[in-house]
């Protein structure tokens, strides 16, 4: 349906404006043509966005099935849950960490033999939205984590173990790989190459860790689709700050439930850049559906499914490097598209 109706959007357009001559007829073929393969394009986008991987929150090592051993485990939980370090203290969960024992599900073995308690996951979302807290989605970004230089074998397993460890205290999907970071002749890799690399192995970001292992602090870069962010810091500093960059601010009124936004994005004067627009928007934090509903010579407007609507994809989409607000959409949701951020 929206393709027969963006072209007729274009058929009529080139009836239209074709009595005017022939610059405008020129101009109305293209976009009569970037209309076209827009809504081709936008037959691919009326899937659910598939970025990130789901992670088992609430499924939580644990030693014995006592009483402060269910309550650690929810401390545990609430923290991967709401991706936040203060959650295991925070005075608005203590009587969820009090009755932990009422929210679990079942007891159960890990993958490699460990004792897991699983806590009944809505019952626990139910308390923490309840609490005023927000939740990070289950559906989150595969980060390839590299270290330059490469450590050799005992330093890098040690390496892996303390950044898997801290990962899954947070809620992260990783895993280190020995990624090229620069090209065959030397030069350092951009942000966007090291992004198609990452792609190639499955990944969403890179999270690059610089500098020599007796080093006290690291130099820690993270490229995502949306933003590349820098800092310094230990091993478990890279996945601690990646996270905190990854998920939703805390306190605020945004309804955790999805619900439609749309989004006009200027800028988009060819079908590269549209391609790159969608690609940034499927790997907003919280966007579940994205699909065209309009295309104009250089902007296309988006109808998306998102976790908090307008306000939560504006929230998204505030560190954005390629995605800006434009001054003039105080009353709408208008970004400019900017490729080289």
């Not at 992670?55 to 006592?66: L, P, T, W």
């Not at 308690?117 to 990070?136: T, Y």
């Not at 700050?241 to 990854?246: A, G, R």
């Not at 590269?272 to 790997?283: D, E, G, H, P, R």
């Amino acid at each position: 349906m929206l393709l027969y109706a963006a072209l007729r959007s274009g058929a009529r357009a080139t009836q239209t404006m074709s009595r005017t001559g022939p610059k405008s007829l020129a101009a109305t073929r293209h976009v009569r043509g970037l209309l076209t393969l827009l809504a081709v394009a936008c037959c691919a986008l009326s899937t659910p966005c598939t970025a990130g991987r789901p992670v088992r929150v609430y499924e939580v090592d644990i030693d014995g099935q006592s009483v402060p051993a269910v309550q650690d485990a929810m401390r545990q939980a609430l923290v991967r849950a709401t991706g936040r370090r203060e959650a295991a203290d925070d005075p608005a969960f203590a009587s969820v960490i009090a009755d932990a024992a009422r929210y679990v599900g079942s007891y159960a073995t890990g993958p490699r033999g460990e004792a897991q308690v699983v806590f009944d996951a809505a019952a626990v979302e139910r308390a923490i939205s309840a609490a005023g807290r927000s939740l990070w989605q289950r559906e989150r970004p595969f980060t390839l984590v590299v270290l330059d230089p490469p450590r050799a074998r005992a330093a890098a397993d040690a390496a892996r173990a303390e950044l898997e460890r801290v990962a899954a205290e947070r809620g992260l999907p990783i895993t280190l790989i020995p990624l090229a970071l620069a090209d065959a002749a030397g030069n350092p890799l951009s942000g966007e190459a090291l992004l198609q690399a990452a792609q190639r192995y499955g990944g969403d970001e890179v999270l690059v860790g610089r500098g020599a292992e007796t080093d006290g602090a690291l130099q820690w870069t993270l490229h995502t689709p949306l933003l590349s962010a820098s800092w310094t810091g230990p091993l478990g500093a890279g996945i601690d700050h990646t996270v905190d960059l990854l998920v939703p601010q805390q306190a605020t009124s945004l309804a955790d439930a999805d619900a439609e936004a749309r989004v006009e994005i200027d800028g988009v004067d060819s079908l590269t850049a549209y391609a790159a627009v969608a690609q940034l928007l499927q790997s907003v934090p919280g966007v579940r559906r994205a699909n065209v509903v309009a295309a104009d010579p250089g902007s296309v407007t988006f109808a998306l499914t998102v976790r908090g609507g307008a306000a939560g994809l504006e929230q998204a989409l505030s560190g954005s490097a390629h995605l800006v607000r434009s001054a003039g959409g105080a009353a709408r949701l208008v970004y400019r598209y900017q490729p080289q951020g």
